[in-house]
Every structure is written in structure tokens, then in C-alpha cells.
């Protein structure tokens, strides 16, 4: 069974830069496409970026794009979203969450596994 750890949240300051990273455990992340959603208070979950099995492909919400990178390390069996030039709206409990598919998707329901989140404020 495939357990999802995030970490790497915290406090930033409007224009400041964090990494997430989120680790896979009992089985190797290579077997799922690996999407990173988040959610704010009141809001429904959001989904901002993916990466295919290989890490080949990579998708973004325009409201992220330019900003955010999404990548993956085979031998640490983990994917990282480094998140630059962070606005207060940027803030949210950030999940990952892994899919059998062989699609990267924003839509929560199609993901099978999911970590338990990982707090990010952006404030001054």
C-alpha cells in the first residue's frame, strides 16, 4: 500500500520561495502519475500540477504556471513542487496525491492515494 508524506510547508513572505516535497513509501512512486492539489479555507480542492510516470510530462493551472516546478528523484522516491514568487493567495494546505491512470488530471476523485497535507502561509 502506497503512503504519501508531505513536508516543506511553512510561513513565507509575499514574494518568497518554498519547496514541498512529498515522499512515497511501500511502493515506488514510478507506478503513478503524481498530481499536487491544494485547498484554502472555504474553497474546494484545487488541483496545479502534475507529472507523468516518467516525469516527461508535466501540467500546470495557469494559476500557477511560470512560478511553480514540479519534478521527481527516482532514488529518493520522492516528487518536489518548488514554488517561486509566492502571493498571499498562494495560501493553502498543499496535498500530494497519486493516480494509476496513464493521464495527468486535476480532479480529485481520480487520484487514489493522497498524503495528509502540508500547511503554506504567505503572509508579512
Known amino acids: 500500500q502506497l503512503q504519501l508524506v508531505e513536508s516543506g510547508g511553512g510561513l513565507v513572505q509575499p514574494g518568497g520561495s518554498l519547496r514541498l516535497s512529498c515522499v512515497g513509501s511501500?511502493?515506488?512512486?514510478?507506478?503513478?502519475?503524481i498530481g499536487w492539489f491544494r485547498q484554502a479555507p472555504g474553497k474546494e480542492r484545487e488541483g496545479i500540477s502534475c507529472?507523468?510516470?516518467?516525469?516527461?510530462?508535466?501540467t500546470y493551472a495557469d494559476s500557477v504556471k511560470g512560478r511553480f516546478t514540479i519534478s521527481r528523484d527516482k532514488a529518493k522516491n520522492t516528487v518536489y513542487l518548488q514554488m517561486n514568487n509566492l502571493p498571499p493567495e498562494d495560501t493553502a494546505v498543499y496535498y500530494c496525491?497519486?493516480?494509476?491512470?496513464?493521464?495527468?488530471?486535476?480532479?480529485?476523485?481520480?487520484?487514489?492515494?493522497w498524503g495528509q497535507g502540508t500547511q503554506v502561509t504567505v503572509s508579512s
Open positions: 507529472i507523468s510516470r516518467g516525469g516527461g510530462e508535466t
Open positions: 496525491a497519486a493516480s494509476t491512470r496513464w493521464y495527468c488530471s486535476f480532479v480529485p476523485h481520480e487520484y487514489d492515494f
Open positions: 511501500g511502493v515506488t512512486l514510478d507506478y503513478y502519475y
